[in-house]
Structure formats: C-alpha cells, structure tokens
C-alpha cells in the first residue's frame, strides 16, 4: 500500500484570503459597494466561488440577483488571475512537508473548492503544482462536503480510499472526508468559522511538523 494524503487548499496548506480579498473588493468598488476587511473574506471562504461572490452580496447590501451572480463570479476571476499570488503565502512547513511525504513514496494530492482554473494558476504561482498527482477543483459536479469530490481526487491519484488521509481546514472537509469514509485531520490556523475543536476531526494539528505522526497513528 502506498499513503495517500489528500490536502485542502484555501486555509490549509496556502493563506490565499488577502488575494481573494483584494479581487473581491476590486469588483465591490466597481459595483460601488462598501470594501471587505481580511477577516470578513476569510468568513467567506470555503464553499467555492458561487458562495463567496453571494455571501460577499449580502455582506454589502441588497443580495445578488440570481441571474447575476455567474457574470459577477467570471468579473471576479478575471481580477483574481490578474493578481493570483501577489499577497498570498504557502503556511509555515508545507515544502518541507509534501517533500518528506514524497521521499516517503505518498501519493498526494489536492481536493478543493476553488475553482480549477485558478487553483492551477494560484499553484503554478507558488511552484507546488509538481508536488501533486492529482488536483480536483470546486467544478467538480459533486464536491465538498459530497464525499466524492475527495473520492474522486483519490480516483485520480491511483489511490484507495483505504490508504487515504484527509488535511483540511474547516467544518465542510470534516464533513467531506465523512461522507468519504476516510480519517480527517485538521489544522487550527485556517478559516474555520467557528472554533476548531468544534470541527470534530480525528485530530487537531498547529504545525505541520505534527501531521506525520497524526497520520502515522490514523493509518498505522
Ligand atoms: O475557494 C474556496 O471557497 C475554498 O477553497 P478550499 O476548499 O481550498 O478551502
Ligand atoms: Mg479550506
């Protein structure tokens, strides 16, 4: 069997709020709707872009039309490509992480909610893309908290459920790795909305210098 670690994006292994951040509110001042702060985006985040740009729309007055939220979603990417990593930061230990992992002989991979396009950009950007066999974005018909969405990064990887870890960051992962059937393991610094213990996965790290013997435990 060869471990396969399935890892979050947003908030788990990069802190990529100041960039949708900045994208957000480019397209709130072209609107004329009041600017977010860092920790009103990072509420935000989570769910993928349909849900950023509606809850961004209540945030700032009246709600999004339902017609228009799929122009006001490409307006968004479009600032975002244009400024993919200008302010974004991979976490604390990542590197050293997926390269141990690797040298290891693990299967990695990422299962996220953002959409694919900018998730190849954004890790293009921070050069982690040659880490990964297998990326599944928040396109996917059936993702997080659906089960399949990881199940489907795993398909992708040449991976079994069975040998399979998940890493994320908030409710909606722990729900996912859930329904997916394999452990969850969560870190305490991304954005969670609510506090972490609350999130109920099998373990709780603060560095990632702690994830190897969280999953050592997990998949003995
Ligand atoms: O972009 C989002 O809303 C969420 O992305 P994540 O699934 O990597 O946290
Ligand atoms: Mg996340």
Redesign the pocket.
């Given at each position: 069997m060869a471990l396969a670690v399935v890892f979050?994006?947003?908030?788990t292994l990069i802190d990529s709020a100041p960039d949708v951040r900045a994208a957000l509110n480019r397209l709130l001042a072209e609107e004329g709707r009041p600017q977010l702060t860092l920790p009103q985006v990072q509420e935000l985040?989570?769910?993928?872009a349909r849900p950023?740009i509606e809850r961004a729309w209540a945030a700032t007055g009246e709600s999004a039309a339902a017609d228009a939220v799929s122009g006001l979603i490409e307006r968004y990417l479009g600032h975002y490509r244009a400024h993919p990593a200008d302010h974004t930061h991979i976490y604390d230990g990542v590197v050293a992480l997926l390269e141990g992992l690797r040298a290891q002989g693990a299967l990695l991979g990422i299962c996220?909610?953002?959409p694919s396009g900018m998730t190849g950009i954004v890790l293009d950007a921070l050069d982690l893309t040659r880490h990964f066999r297998a990326v599944v974005g928040?396109d996917h018909p059936r993702r997080?908290p659906d089960g399949d969405h990881i199940l489907e990064t795993l398909r992708r990887m040449d991976a079994k459920p069975e040998d399979a870890v998940y890493v994320g960051?908030?409710i909606t992962d722990v729900q996912a790795a859930r329904h997916a059937g394999i452990p969850v393991v969560a870190v305490d610094w991304g954005y969670a909305r609510m506090p972490v213990e609350k999130l109920r996965a099998d373990r709780l790290i603060s560095h990632f210098r702690d994830l190897t013997a969280a999953i050592g435990e997990l998949r003995p």
């Open positions: 979050d994006l947003d908030g985040v989570g769910e993928g950023l996220t909610n953002k928040g997080k960051d908030s």
